[in-house]
Nanobody, 122 residues
């Protein structure tokens, strides 16, 4: 089993910055892709960014140029650095990670963090 614990959410003014963290723990063998998603009230959950085990990244158009998704493989942690925040960034942010257990071969399990609230005041 793998657990993901998120931290770093909070209140920030428009134009400010926040850094979210998502740390994996437990019986970790190989974490593949790690992702950040968000869900605003009344809206569908959307993919914000992801990073592969090799460091390849992708970003939603809405956050491109403002957010980055660094990863520290030694700490089994992914971050979401959010700059130039806008009110439309207000949402609950979730991380997830794809994990292959020892001896799992092609088996991949997806684990989710608990979510952290980000609120950007206008």
């Amino acid at each position: 089993q793998v657990q993901l614990v998120e931290s770093g959410g909070g209140l920030v003014q428009t134009g400010g910055s926040l850094r979210l963290s998502c740390a994996a723990s437990g019986s970790i063998f190989s974490i593949n892709t790690m992702r950040w998603l968000r869900q605003a009230p009344g809206k569908q959950r959307e993919l914000v960014a992801y990073i592969t085990s090799g460091g390849s990244t992708n970003y939603a158009d809405s956050v491109k140029g403002r957010f980055t998704i660094p990863r520290d493989n030694a700490k089994n942690t992914v971050y979401l650095q959010m700059n130039s925040l806008k009110p439309e960034d207000t949402a609950v942010y979730y991380c997830n990670a794809d994990h292959t257990p020892a001896g799992g071969g092609s088996v991949v399990y997806r684990y989710w963090g608990q979510g952290t609230q980000v609120t950007v005041s206008s």
